[in-house]
Nanobody, 128 residues
Framework: QLQLVESEGGLVQPGESLRLSCSGS??????????IGWFRQAPGKEREGVSC????????KYADSVKGRFTISRDNAKNTVYLQMNDLKPEDTAVYYC???????????????????WGQGTQVTVSS
């Protein structure tokens, strides 16, 4: 069973940056074969897709709300995917989740239902 663990989030001020990481572990599993998505859920709102990256790292996608501010990347040698979040805004406050699925080197999707494995989530709060 693939297990995903997000790094600790935190409290940041508007305009600041934060980098989240998603690490994978599990006997016989390697995150480098999985497409990864980042999702978030704000209080009182439905969970939404933020960004995703193919297992090859060559294909990425972003929600309109984070384009130009967030960057997803991966280091397959370290079995880790990153979400660099710049110019954070109060509306970015949410619990952030990473998710993984095994579908091919070019696959990447912001569709939640397409992911089989999920992390436990990490809180990001943007407030002055």
């Amino acid at each position: 069973q693939l297990q995903l663990v997000e790094s600790e989030g935190g409290l940041v001020q508007p305009g600041e940056s934060l980098r989240l990481s998603c690490s994978g572990s599990g006997s016989g599993f390697s995150l480098k074969y999985y497409g990864i998505g980042w999702f978030r859920q704000a209080p009182g709102k439905e969970r939404e897709g933020v960004s995703c990256i193919s297992s090859s790292g060559l294909s990425t996608k972003y929600a309109d709300s984070v384009k130009g501010r967030f960057t997803i990347s991966r280091d397959n040698a370290k079995n880790t995917v990153y979400l660099q979040m710049n110019d954070l805004k109060p509306e970015d406050t949410a619990v952030y989740y990473c998710a993984a699925d095994l579908r091919g080197s070019s696959w990447h999707s912001l569709g939640q239902s397409e992911y089989d494995y999920w992390g436990q989530g990490t809180q990001v709060t943007v407030s002055s």
